[in-house]
């Protein structure tokens, strides 16, 4: 699975949008960009993901560079409750295992 | 739909005791995992179950970890003896789907372990 780059920590206040940044330059064609967070004492969460196109749901968008080497989380309106650590994660396609390489992450935290 | 289920949420004991986690994944989920984050390191995946086959325990730090999924369904992640380093917390997480890139995996909400 690619590595992906990610800043330790971001800050936003509330109800501002937010863009989460991800590199990921050694990604292959066909591998997949995935979004976990993890909030405080809780266990990772599902986010969002994609491959090329821009993605969107009711948590976030994911806008996907053309090249594909970077990608950025996009949390349209912060609120108190999206502080947590989000992490940036290359899933390699056609596997069987969904074994997540999880990095360091990025830390938001959201000021009221 | 209840999410993924462990226990116990925290378990204190002394080097060289037996510890059992549990974790009770999504009805019907075929997948199951184990990853866990030691103290300031990032979380690591420990094993894959497919129903009650192990797919991957490639991640299992030694021969001090047992893991079993009986009947596909619940399983236990036992530790014996327990060390020190082997303190932090546990995740167990679920999916349905059996291709990796197109679904998403439910965590609980993890198990504590704490080894004085």
């Known amino acids: 699975d690619a590595k992906t780059t990610q800043p330790n920590s971001m800050e936003s206040n509330e109800e501002e949008p937010v863009h989460l940044p991800c590199n990921h330059s050694?990604?292959?064609?066909?591998?997949?960009i995935h979004w976990y967070r993890q909030l405080p004492s809780q266990g990772p969460e599902y986010v969002i993901h994609?491959?090329?196109s821009n993605v969107n749901n009711r948590m976030a968008s994911l806008a996907i560079a053309e090249d594909r080497k970077s990608s950025t989380l996009i949390l349209h309106r912060a609120t108190l409750r999206d502080a947590a650590v989000y992490y940036c994660?290359?899933?390699?396609?056609?596997?069987?295992?969904?074994?997540?390489?999880f990095g360091k992450g990025t830390l938001l935290t959201v000021n009221p | 739909e209840a999410g993924v289920t462990q226990f116990p949420s925290h378990s204190v004991i002394e080097k060289g005791q037996t510890v059992t986690l549990r974790c009770d994944p999504i009805s019907g989920h075929d997948n199951l995992y184990w990853y866990r984050r030691v103290m300031g390191k990032e979380i690591k995946f420990l094993l894959h179950?497919?129903?009650?086959?192990?797919?991957?325990e490639s991640g299992m730090p030694n021969n001090r970890f047992l893991a079993e999924r009986t009947g596909g369904t619940y399983s236990t992640l036992k530790v014996q003896p327990a060390e020190l380093e082997d303190s932090g917390v546990y995740f167990c997480a679920s999916s349905r789907q059996r291709r990796t890139n197109t679904g998403e995996l439910f965590f609980g909400e993890g198990s504590r372990l704490t080894v004085l």
């Open positions: 994660i290359s899933v390699r396609s056609g596997g069987s295992n969904y074994k997540l390489t």
């Open positions: 050694t990604i292959s064609g066909t591998d997949y």
């Open positions: 994609g491959l090329t």
């Open positions: 179950f497919v129903k009650e086959s192990k797919q991957d």
